[in-house]
């Protein structure tokens, strides 16, 4: 079954578009966190961040700093969150790879965007040892 994002492409959705090109299409996320929050969303549907390959991740992010510029620019965004939700654990709904580019500003009332927890003592170390590459 297509994803939302692929009918948005195939424009059967309709959404408010910023830029497109051969890999990827950038359009306005329609519940944003804050206004002017945009969706890179790769052409062609890669489910997680885990299955694009790596030239078109490059390239979308290349586009997610041009959407940043555009809104420190235009919006006066002082700061954006880039973001992936990678598979739906980490609360990812649509399986079709985009990022958020997320325009901030100081005091603007949505930090911290995820609550955070602590290490009991000698447990960084545990996951350091688990975790490194
Ligand atoms: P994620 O939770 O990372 O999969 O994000 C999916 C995002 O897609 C959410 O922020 C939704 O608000 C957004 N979204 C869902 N449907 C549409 C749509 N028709 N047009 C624009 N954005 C959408």
Known sequence: MATVFEK????????????ED???????????????HALV????CYPTFTDVPMETL?????IARRIDQKQREVLGAEGTNIMINNSPASGQEVPHLHIHV??????????????KERYEDGEAARYGELLRI
């Open 8 to 19: 948005i492409i195939d424009g059967e959705i309709p959404s408010t578009r910023l830029y």
């Open 22 to 36: 051969d890999e990827c299409v950038v359009i306005l996320d329609i519940n944003p966190v804050r206004k002017g």
């Open 41 to 44: 969303i790769s052409r062609k």
């Open 58 to 62: 490059s390239h979308m992010m290349e």
């Open 102 to 115: 997320i325009p901030r500003t100081e005091g603007d009332g949505r930090t911290p965007v995820m609550p």
